[in-house]
């Protein structure tokens, strides 16, 4: 069994190990993807003992939700954890609306999608610039207790953003970017999830691959967020967790992914996949043991 953890300050219980799904349906997002790769995807993580799918309207602006709607009819449903997210807005160009009433409409829309009368974690997935966080929140909070969602999440909000939203201290899940080469999150967000109990999920947990190994520092035109010093940086301290990887014939993302598991700072770890080879690699993970020095040589090396 994988290890479980509870989300937040509600029945929720989920697998610390989850799977990322915007590559399962998300052709708006990606290309060259086929949708039968996604339906394994699925099927591969819930084979595996995967609890959570990670997805969201923006998915395919839909298609992951029906992907894994099809797929969950031939599985227990106690046994699968439904994260999904919304805010983009169809009418107005997609932008973010935490409008309580269409926040209202979105969770009815998803859960037809999903096919399923119940959604595990519901994320506003963007904050917009106008709605009273407060006020977006309460519709999220009728919606737990019509039980039409268990828990209460928001995603891509700032610090105060989520001090706003969570002042009657019902937020249950943060969804934010955070990986080894991503960690501002470390500073104040972090602190302030462990000190009201509010679980953590970092999105882009293998640096949208580069956190796999797979790349080298010729490969930095792929990602043009960092400069070519900060990607060389990143490829050096990666090749040093291949030395561990290799003492554990395990690989590099395998490795990671355990020092996630091993940080009590982090709640569920949501690789994406694109191929079903890659989520029976992944979750191999959990078998993995760091020793205490190898997490903190690993920490160490990541903090540039
Ligand atoms: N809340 C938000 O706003 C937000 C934003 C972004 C993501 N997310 C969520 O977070 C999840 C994770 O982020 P992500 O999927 O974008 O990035 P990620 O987890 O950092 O990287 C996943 C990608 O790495 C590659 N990969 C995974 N396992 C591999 C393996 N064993 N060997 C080689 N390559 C491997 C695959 O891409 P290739 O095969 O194409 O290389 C895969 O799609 C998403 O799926 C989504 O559910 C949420």
């Known amino acids: 069994m994988l290890n479980q953890i509870k989300i937040g300050k509600s029945a929720v219980e989920t697998t610390t190990l989850g799977l990322g799904t915007n590559k399962v349906g998300g ?65 107005h160009d997609y932008k973010p609306n935490n409008n309580p009433e269409f926040l209202t409409q979105q969770i009815d829309h998803a859960l037809k999608r999903l096919k399923t009368d119940y959604i595990d974690i519901f994320y506003i997935h963007f904050p917009d610039e106008t709605t009273n966080k407060a006020e977006a929140i309460e519709a999220l909070v009728k919606a737990r207790d019509a039980g039409k969602i268990k828990a209460i999440g928001v995603s891509n909000f700032s610090l105060e953003q989520i001090k706003e939203a969570n002042a009657d201290d019902v937020i249950d899940v943060v969804e934010d970017h955070y990986s080894l080469v991503h960690r501002d999150a470390e500073k104040e967000l972090i602190p302030y999830l462990n000190e009201r109990n509010i679980t953590f999920v ?28 900060e990607f060389d940086q990143i490829i050096d301290a990666v090749e040093k967790v291949r030395g561990i990887a290799e003492s554990k014939d395990a690989t590099v993302a395998q490795v ?29 993970a959990t078998a993995i043991e760091l020793s ?13």
């Open 27 to 91: 052709h708006n997002l990606f290309e060259g993807l086929e949708d039968q790769d996604g339906y394994e995807v699925v099927r591969t993580a819930l084979d595996s003992n995967i609890k959570l799918l990670d997805t969201a309207y923006a998915y395919g602006y839909g298609r992951s939700e029906e992907i894994i709607g099809d797929v969950i009819k031939d599985y227990d449903r106690s046994n699968i954890t439904i994260a999904t997210k919304a805010a983009q807005d169809v009418n």
């Open 202 to 229: 970092p999105y882009f947990p293998l640096a949208s691959g580069i956190l796999t190994g797979k790349y080298a520092k010729t490969d930095s035109g792929k990602f043009n967020q960092y400069s070519q010093a």
């Open 256 to 284: 990671v992914l355990a020092w996630y598991l091993k940080n009590p700072n982090l709640g569920v770890v949501i690789p994406g996949a694109r191929k079903a080879e890659q989520v029976k690699s992944n979750v191999k």
């Open 292 to 304: 205490d020095q190898e997490y903190h040589q690993i920490d160490a090396w990541f903090k540039f």
